[in-house]
């Protein structure tokens, strides 16, 4: 008998489980559709003849190491933020009261703790040095700001989806002199003492990981 319950449980689950699974991906599959037949119907600057910029290509398609190539990014690290929603005015206010300061800092504290993570798995030996070095520069970043952030640009758009329905696009470019950005990294990486062979090499490390990271073109994506 109970043998006969767990076939049957067996049974029921596996194709529950397969029906979930093709239904996820089903879902997945409309949206990216929907989202390929995405059609630019309104935008900044139409009335006067103006064109979509490419920079706003470049976002909308995630390739954000394009949008350094901008002129006015010249010397400049790009930090890009998108939301899409149905209210021109809230998404605009919403994605405005992202913070390309605070951004970078979580970004930088999270390139320490990936790095930390592949070096220790890698050098057991040393993994208690990595592990504190890391804590202490964790540490550091979690009371350092960074300034020098400015909005670069801003555009908005107005899509008719797939289905049908319509939504609006609001893109932000931020720039900050790279030399500044480069300055404010080795002010907080020098407040980190080393005091071994093994820390110094970590910290080293954990120090080029985070120039790498913080130098390169990001952005992020909202919805509301």
């Known amino acids: 008998m109970e043998r006969n319950k767990i076939l049957f449980f ?4 596996v194709p529950f489980l397969m029906f979930s699974c093709k239904t996820t991906t089903e879902a997945v599959n409309n949206q990216e559709e929907v989202e390929a037949r995405a059609e630019i119907i309104d935008w900044q600057g139409a009335e ?3 064109s979509v910029p490419q ?3 470049s976002v909308a398609a995630r390739d954000y190491q394009a949008v350094s190539s901008l002129p006015e990014m010249n010397g400049k690290v790009a930090m890009t933020f998108s939301g899409e929603g149905q209210d021109r005015d809230l998404l605009k206010l919403w994605v ?4 390309a300061s605070g951004q970078i800092v979580r970004q930088i504290k999270q390139t320490v703790t990936n790095t930390a993570g592949a070096m220790a798995s890698g050098d057991k030996d040393n993994s208690e040095s990595v592990q504190k070095m890391a804590e202490s520069v964790t540490g550091i970043w979690s009371q350092t700001t960074v300034s020098g952030f400015a909005k670069v640009r801003d555009f908005w758009t107005k899509v008719k989806l797939g289905d ?6 609001y893109y932000v470019l931020y720039g900050i002199d790279k030399e500044n950005l480069e300055y404010q990294i080795d002010a907080a990486m020098g407040k980190v003492r080393a005091e071994s062979e093994a820390e110094e090499e970590a ?11 913080a130098f390169a073109a990001t952005g992020s994506v909202e919805r509301i």
Do not use: H
Not at 10 to 13: D, E, F, L, R, Y
Not at 164 to 169: I, W
Not at 203 to 213: Q, V
């Open 10 to 13: 067996c049974a029921v689950v």
């Open 203 to 213: 910290l080293n490390k954990i120090e080029e990981a985070i120039k790498e990271s």
């Open 48 to 50: 006067f003849g103006d």
């Open 96 to 99: 405005d009261t992202n913070d």
């Open 55 to 57: 920079w706003v290509r």
């Open 164 to 169: 049908g329905s319509t939504e609006y696009r």
